[in-house]
């Protein structure tokens, strides 16, 4: 069964630092796009930062430019971290991780979601 699982998310303070991964079950998504959405208390869920299949196109949100970085790693099981940095009290929420796909008119569908990792920023 193709699934993604999300770790690494805990309680931190304003300020602080934290990696959060998403490991791949398959290496099939070595040739897709991964990323990861978050969703805050009484909130939407969000798009957070998306990377392409090899590396490279990179797109963050207004919230995360700047302060988040996204990689990933397509070993033998693809993973994707998000390393993320001065956080914020805004950026509690839970944090899910996806892979998605180009559609036949150039837009991203997301295809497959983790079941998320909660992350508490404090003050």
């Known amino acids: 069964q193709v699934q993604l699982v999300e770790s690494g998310g805990r309680s931190v303070h304003v300020g602080e630092s934290l990696r959060l991964s998403c490991a791949a079950s398959?290496?099939?998504?070595?040739?897709?796009?991964m990323g990861w959405f978050r969703q805050a208390p009484g909130k939407e869920r969000e798009f957070v930062a998306r990377?392409?299949?090899?590396?490279?196109?990179?797109?963050y949100s207004v919230s995360a430019r700047g302060r988040f970085t996204i990689s990933r790693d397509n070993g033998h099981n693809t993973a994707v971290y998000p390393q993320m940095n001065n956080l914020k009290p805004e950026d509690t929420a839970v944090y899910y991780c996806?892979?998605?796909?180009?559609?036949?008119?150039?837009?991203?569908?997301?295809?497959?979601w983790g079941k998320g990792t909660q992350v508490t920023v404090s003050s």
């Open positions: 996806v892979a998605g796909r180009y559609d036949n008119n150039g837009e991203m569908k997301y295809e497959y």
């Open positions: 398959s290496s099939v998504f070595n040739i897709w796009a």
């Open positions: 990377i392409g299949s090899n590396g490279a196109r990179i797109v």
